[in-house]
């Protein structure tokens, strides 16, 4: 009986191992954040395009409404000034449009400017913003090779450790392998600690003198008074 402890106490370091594989496989970053992060970026990225799209756009209408402008500004100005109009109330008109002209393309020209600004100012924002992708783009397909490598490592250990499990179990009768299961379930996936001491190595807590005598007498089955786990005692080497 002392040899199938010793058997369990295999399954136990194995089971350890798996514990930590797993978790390790579990806490790898998939990838998930970096990929949310570059995919916010891209739509403000297409945001400030398309911004930026409309601003060129409306630059192009404002250039074309200044030049409309201005060359009627122009025809009315050869009336003005050409001596083909004499008529005073005519020529009084003539001046009324063309400054009414002039103050409309001075208003257009102001728009225009502060269009250009914002073009200028857009193209900057585009231009630093592609760069920011980029480099997100780099951190993402780093964090997912190392995803990929690392987690495929993770896997085949844990694939190559499970058959020896299955196979250390089987050495175990199943109501000591079932003890063990309950007890390592309820005690952070440690079920039977090694003592070589005068403490539970699970909890830190003394074990009383006639539980140690009993357990270096070779008595199997017994456990931690403080914690429950199953005890095994393995003779300190000479």
């Given at each position: 009986m002392s040899?199938?402890?010793?058997v369990?106490?295999q399954?136990?370091?194995?089971d350890?191992e798996?514990?930590?594989?797993?978790?390790?496989l579990?806490?790898?970053d998939?990838?998930?954040?970096?990929q949310?992060?570059?995919?916010a970026?891209?739509?403000?990225y297409?945001?400030i395009?398309?911004?930026?799209?409309?601003?060129?756009?409306e630059?192009?209408?404002?250039?074309l409404?200044?030049t409309?402008?201005?060359?009627?500004?122009?025809?009315?100005?050869a009336?003005l000034y050409?001596?083909?109009?004499?008529?005073?109330?005519q020529?009084s008109?003539?001046?009324?449009?063309?400054?009414m002209?002039?103050?409309e393309?001075?208003?257009?020209?102001?728009r225009?400017?502060?269009?250009m600004?914002?073009?200028?100012?857009?193209?900057?924002q585009i231009?630093?913003?592609a760069?920011?992708?980029?480099?997100?783009?780099q951190?993402?397909?780093?964090?997912?090779n190392?995803?990929a490598?690392?987690?495929?490592?993770?896997?085949?250990?844990i694939?190559?450790?499970?058959?020896?499990?299955?196979?250390?179990a089987a050495?175990v009768?199943?109501?000591?392998?079932?003890?063990y299961?309950?007890?390592?379930?309820?005690q952070?996936?440690l079920?039977?600690?090694?003592?070589q001491?005068?403490?539970?190595?699970?909890?830190?807590?003394g074990?009383a003198?006639?539980?140690?005598?009993?357990?270096?007498?070779?008595?199997?089955g017994?456990?931690c008074?403080?914690?429950?786990?199953?005890?095994y005692?393995?003779?300190p080497a000479d």
């Amino acid at each position: 009986m002392s040899d199938e402890l010793a058997v369990l106490y295999q399954v136990q370091q194995v089971d350890t191992e798996l514990a930590r594989l797993r978790a390790e496989l579990a806490k790898l970053d998939s990838g998930a954040e970096p990929q949310a992060e570059l995919t916010a970026a891209e739509n403000e990225y297409k945001t400030i395009l398309n911004r930026h799209h409309q601003s060129e756009a409306e630059s192009r209408a404002l250039e074309l409404e200044i030049t409309t402008l201005q060359e009627k500004k122009t025809k009315f100005e050869a009336q003005l000034y050409g001596g083909t109009v004499r008529n005073p109330r005519q020529l009084s008109d003539l001046q009324d449009e063309v400054a009414m002209l002039s103050r409309e393309i001075a208003k257009l020209e102001d728009r225009e400017l502060e269009v250009m600004e914002t073009i200028e100012a857009q193209r900057a924002q585009i231009a630093t913003r592609a760069r920011e992708i980029a480099g997100k783009r780099q951190h993402l397909e780093a964090v997912l090779n190392y995803y990929a490598a690392r987690s495929s490592e993770l896997n085949q250990q844990i694939t190559e450790l499970e058959p020896r499990r299955q196979g250390l179990a089987a050495q175990v009768s199943p109501s000591l392998l079932r003890r063990y299961e309950q007890t390592r379930g309820r005690q952070n996936n440690l079920g039977l600690v090694r003592v070589q001491g005068e403490s539970c190595p699970g909890c830190r807590v003394g074990l009383a003198s006639e539980l140690l005598k009993e357990l270096r007498a070779g008595r199997v089955g017994l456990t931690c008074d403080s914690c429950g786990r199953l005890l095994y005692w393995e003779r300190p080497a000479d």
